[in-house]
């Protein structure tokens, strides 16, 4: 079967560097997304990886090991409006719903001044 | 603007009642998706339709239907033979279907069941 796994919750510092971990496992790959959503509230798109490699969008970057079934986003220069959870999520490969997103159970990012 | 709008924010429900949430887009996309999502689990795909006049079921569609007579429109009804409803319900949509399209959200709809 195919599964994501995220950290449930992580610790940072206003102003600090902080990565978020995602592993997956599946027969084949199709590219990672990355959300963000503040608690309530809808999950917004951050990035999209198909390829190896780290892709950068002002403070925030997004890393892709295809070979390690393995992709983390990396937060610099944290502010309190960070605080939210990432969401991690990849297109199945096989079976019912073919293509459609598995989603990771996300990870609670708080930020303490 | 374009978007996605979901109605209304918070549903309260009796018992053996069914209810309707409304999504709608003027994104212009092919493919809506309907998610639920509980404390400490990831989305859960509930049904998805890639094209006007056809949907197909997710990973958790018992309990639950949906049309799409309309491009712009994916109204979700919980039956009364959804054994948990309480949830925050999704509506999200992409241009195409296939999982490789960002999807784009709308607000949600926490329902919960009296």
């Known amino acids: 079967g195919q599964n994501i796994d995220q950290p449930t919750e992580m610790t940072a510092t206003e102003g600090a560097i902080v990565q978020i971990n995602c592993t997956y496992q599946?027969?084949?790959?199709?590219?990672l997304f990355w959300y963000q959503q503040h608690a309530g509230e809808a999950p917004t798109f951050l990035s999209y990886?198909?390829l190896d490699g780290l892709e950068e969008k002002g403070r925030f970057s997004s890393f892709l090991s295809r070979s390690k079934g393995y992709s983390y986003l990396l937060l610099k220069e944290l502010q309190m409006k960070d605080s939210a959870s990432y969401l991690c999520?990849?297109?199945?490969?096989?079976?019912?719903?073919?293509?459609?997103?598995?989603w990771g159970a996300g990870t609670k990012l708080i930020i303490k001044p | 603007d374009g978007g996605i709008t979901q109605s209304p924010k918070y549903l309260f429900r009796k018992e053996g009642q069914n209810v309707t949430l409304s999504c709608e887009q003027n994104?212009?996309?092919?493919?809506m998706y309907w998610y639920r999502q509980d404390p400490g689990q990831g989305l859960r795909l509930i049904y998805y339709?890639?094209?006007?006049?056809?949907?197909q079921k997710g990973d958790i569609a018992e309990g639950y239907s949906v049309s799409r007579e309309k491009k712009e429109s994916f109204p979700l009804t919980v039956t009364s033979a959804q054994k948990n409803p309480t949830a925050f319900y999704l509506c999200?949509?992409?241009?195409?279907?296939?999982?490789?399209?960002?999807?784009?959200f709308g607000p949600g709809t926490r329902l919960t069941v009296l």
């Open positions: 999200a949509s992409s241009l195409t279907s296939g999982g490789l399209d960002t999807q784009y």
């Open positions: 994104l212009n996309h092919d493919a």
């Open positions: 339709s890639q094209i006007v006049n056809d949907f």
């Open positions: 599946t027969s084949g790959f199709n590219g």
């Open positions: 990886n198909v």
């Open positions: 999520a990849a297109p199945r490969t096989s079976g019912d719903s073919n293509y459609q997103l598995i």
